[in-house]
């Protein structure tokens, strides 16, 4: 099944699970989709949950498998919902026990511009480095963006994120050479209807080449990272700045509010630790 494959390639390189853990994912998906050929094709999807509720529980007796097999399939179709594979997830309807929701994984400055200046990045992932920090934008978002959403003279990235939504996001001198320099040099007869990024073989970019790129990357640091910490950067690093909540909003393309307060949050931790960084020595 095509869309299991990405989805255990995505849980193994952006989410960074263990080999272990993802093939736990697979036995559990694939364990649902067996049973779920037994059924007819007209059989609603969530009577077949229920009917594979009532197997689990005649099958195991420990509370906590079945929970985990559950949160397996959420988490499989929340992202097919999410990749507009799908138009709903059969599972959103069970309520399982809510577990804390820890705060977005972000990277000091200084360990961005250890990445951004990495002297191994070709011109192609210094760009993509570059947009995904400076703009904020989602994996998808950066490696379907095409060379002609690029306005260099005005200084913005045309961007079209979730529910093909559109939105202008400014883009600072630094970022903008970077980018002229690649379209320039390396790709002037280029259309404006291309891709923008282009490994060296010629094809385009895709999703995984940039988890690989950033799972590298993160192994120089010593961390785990994703594309998406770059994006998580870029928000908390504009907060503690000094930007307004519904700015950072509108440049990450959220439909909610509450979905951007989170970086508050960190940004507030961040806050906190240099200021005990600041101030844990002795008194001399």
């Known amino acids: 099944m095509q869309?299991?494959?990405e989805y255990l390639e995505y849980l193994a390189c952006e989410r960074g699970y263990a080999e272990n853990t993802v093939k736990a994912y697979e036995r559990d998906i694939l364990e649902f989709l067996s049973f779920q050929e037994s059924f007819q094709d007209e059989a609603l999807p969530r009577r077949i949950v229920n009917h594979y509720l009532r197997f689990l529980r005649q099958k195991l007796n420990v509370n906590a498998t079945i929970i985990r097999k559950i949160s397996s399939l959420k988490g499989f179709y929340n992202w097919q919902v999410q990749q507009e594979y799908v138009l709903e997830n059969?599972?959103?309807?069970?309520?399982?026990p809510k577990n804390v929701k820890s705060l977005p994984k972000v990277l000091s400055v200084s360990e961005v511009e250890r990445l951004l200046n990495d002297p191994d990045l070709s011109a192609a992932q210094k760009v993509s480095m570059e947009l995904l920090y400076a703009c904020g934008l989602r994996v998808t978002e950066l490696v379907t963006l095409t060379i002609g959403q690029v306005s260099l003279e005005m200084g913005y990235v045309r961007c079209i994120g979730k529910g093909n939504k559109e939105r202008?996001?400014?883009i600072g001198d630094v970022t903008i050479a970077v980018v002229r320099h690649y379209i320039e040099l390396l790709r002037a007869s280029a259309s404006p209807d291309e891709p923008l990024l282009r490994r060296e073989d010629g094809k385009p970019y895709q999703r995984m080449d940039m988890w690989r790129l950033m799972r590298a990357l993160?192994?120089?640091l010593g961390k785990s990272i994703s594309p998406h910490t770059l994006r998580h950067s870029f928000a908390t690093h504009l907060l503690e700045n000094?930007?307004?909540?519904?700015v950072v909003q509108e440049l990450l393309g959220h439909s909610d509010i509450?979905?951007?307060?989170?970086?508050?949050?960190v940004s507030r931790k961040h806050i906190k630790q240099a200021y005990r960084k600041a101030f844990s020595h002795s008194p001399t």
């Open 3 to 5: 869309n299991l494959s």
């Open 90 to 96: 059969p599972f959103d309807f069970i309520d399982l």
């Open 168 to 170: 202008l996001i400014p």
């Open 218 to 220: 993160g192994e120089k």
């Open 242 to 246: 000094g930007a307004d909540l519904r």
């Open 258 to 265: 509450s979905t951007t307060q989170i970086y508050t949050q």
